[in-house]
């Protein structure tokens, strides 16, 4: 049973609401065909993911292109993983040459292409894009150690990407108790992505040291903090969470 002391002291709290976005994040490319980690965040002091509240998940694939040897052709690139035009993200396919973001002449996602010219020959041409196969994302909180771990959102990328959020938001929903939202100082806040593409937040396309940012990626957790740490609050969560 939770203290009563805890949660007294969790409700009498000075607290804060604000929201983690990707850019709380350190991010990690995922890898095709297996389960990994693409997102953490340790935390510095209490918080608690708010129920209820529209999240943002939006993960894209990755895919790698060589342009061919005329400079100003236009070429079509074939997507390997159903890119579908979403509107889980403010913009479902981000390409780019090199190091600079390229227009994109038409997209066809019927039939799985995006059509785009580059300015030079033999350039490097990266594209996220949202996909719509299906691929796991897991939101978790975990333990310094992972001596304790809970699963606070778990779904299918594939279907978030066709699903109108602006209707229909995704929510966290948290009824199993008063701890099941908190994830207490020095916990890390996790993603992970099991896909049969690579999963990606940036990549150095133009291999000059800096990465281009997947502009259509979206991470975002609501969440009130307190002030101060509570004692004991670690030990009871993790407790919690070992009992669900």
Same mark, same amino acid.
């Given at each position: 049973?939770?203290?009563?002391?805890?949660?007294?002291?969790?409700?009498? *709290?000075?607290?804060?609401s604000d929201q983690f976005t990707r850019a709380d994040f350190?991010?990690?490319?995922?890898?095709?065909?297996?389960?990994?980690?693409?997102?953490?965040?340790?935390?510095?002091?209490?918080? *608690?993911?708010?129920?209820?509240? +529209?999240?943002?998940? *939006?993960?894209?694939?990755?895919?790698?292109?060589?342009?061919?040897?005329?400079?100003?052709?236009?070429?079509?690139?074939?997507?390997?993983?159903?890119?579908?035009?979403?509107?889980? $993200?403010?913009?479902?396919?981000?390409?780019?040459?090199?190091?600079?973001?390229?227009?994109?002449?038409?997209?066809?996602?019927?039939?799985?292409?995006?059509?785009? $010219?580059?300015?030079? *020959?033999?350039?490097?041409?990266?594209?996220f894009y949202a996909s719509g196969e299906q691929a796991q994302v897991a939101v978790q909180k975990t333990a310094? /150690?992972?001596?304790?771990?809970?699963?606070?959102?778990? /779904?299918?990328? /594939?279907?978030?990407?066709? &699903?109108?959020?602006?209707?229909?938001?995704?929510?966290?929903?948290?009824? /199993?108790?008063?701890?099941? +939202?908190?994830?207490? #100082?020095?916990? &890390?806040?996790?993603?992970?992505?099991?896909?049969?593409?690579?999963? &990606?937040?940036? @990549?150095?396309?133009?291999?000059?040291?800096?990465?281009?940012?997947? #502009?259509?990626?979206?991470?975002?957790?609501?969440?009130?903090?307190? @002030?101060?740490?509570?004692?004991?609050? @670690?030990?009871?969560?993790?407790?919690?969470?070992?009992? &669900?």
């Amino acid at each position: 049973m939770v203290s009563d002391r805890i949660l007294n002291e969790l409700r009498n *709290a000075d607290t804060y609401s604000d929201q983690f976005t990707r850019a709380d994040f350190d991010l990690s490319a995922g890898v095709a065909g297996s389960n990994e980690l693409v997102a953490e965040t340790q935390l510095l002091r209490p918080h *608690a993911l708010e129920d209820g509240v +529209p999240i943002d998940v *939006a993960i894209m694939a990755y895919e790698e292109f060589t342009a061919d040897a005329t400079a100003g052709n236009s070429e079509t690139l074939t997507l390997s993983h159903d890119p579908v035009d979403s509107t889980a $993200t403010p913009d479902p396919v981000v390409v780019y040459e090199n190091d600079s973001r390229l227009p994109i002449d038409s997209r066809d996602f019927e039939n799985d292409t995006v059509t785009v $010219t580059p300015a030079n *020959a033999d350039s490097t041409l990266g594209v996220f894009y949202a996909s719509g196969e299906q691929a796991q994302v897991a939101v978790q909180k975990t333990a310094p /150690g992972s001596q304790a771990q809970e699963t606070l959102y778990s /779904g299918d990328i /594939g279907l978030i990407h066709m &699903r109108d959020t602006a209707r229909e938001p995704i929510t966290l929903n948290f009824s /199993g108790s008063p701890l099941q +939202p908190v994830i207490p #100082t020095d916990w &890390r806040l996790q993603v992970y992505v099991d896909a049969p593409y690579t999963a &990606r937040f940036a @990549k150095d396309v133009g291999g000059d040291g800096t990465d281009e940012q997947a #502009t259509n990626s979206l991470l975002g957790f609501a969440y009130r903090a307190t @002030k101060e740490d509570i004692e004991g609050l @670690k030990t009871a969560v993790a407790q919690d969470s070992a009992g &669900r």
